[in-house]
């Protein structure tokens, strides 16, 4: 159905920057709310930050805040995460996930792309 497709994960140092980019193959774009998850070693999966249909976003994880962007182009169906100052506890691999506006579940997923953040 959805197709969903990130890139832009490396490796960087202590206080660099990354931005994850989220290709979605689908028409009908603008009906879905889209987040980024991320699983570091050990841990399980949690919501970093979604963004609605209309553009409002909201990061979750307390420690990304005011450190990580949630953004969307629609013309492009594009997702974005832009990722500043990052920390060694930010190493994981980042998802981006989709579900339809209204819904609870997360019904579409990309393969993920591993960050890795070292001192």
Request: glycine share 12%; aromatic share 10%.
């Amino acid at each position: 159905q959805v197709q969903l497709v990130e890139s832009g994960g490396g490796e960087v140092q202590t206080g660099g920057s990354l931005r994850l980019s989220c290709a979605a193959s689908t028409r009908t774009f603008t009906n879905y709310v889209m987040g980024w998850f991320r699983q570091a070693p050990g841990k399980e999966r949690e919501i970093v930050a979604s963004i609605t249909t209309s553009g409002g976003s909201r990061i979750f994880e307390d420690s990304a805040k005011g450190r990580f962007t949630i953004s969307r182009d629609n013309a492009k169906k594009m997702v974005y995460l832009q990722m500043n100052s990052l920390k060694p506890e930010d190493t994981a691999v980042y998802y981006c996930a989709g579900r339809n506006d209204g819904y609870m579940n997360w019904n579409y997923w990309g393969q993920g792309t591993q960050v890795t953040v070292s001192s």
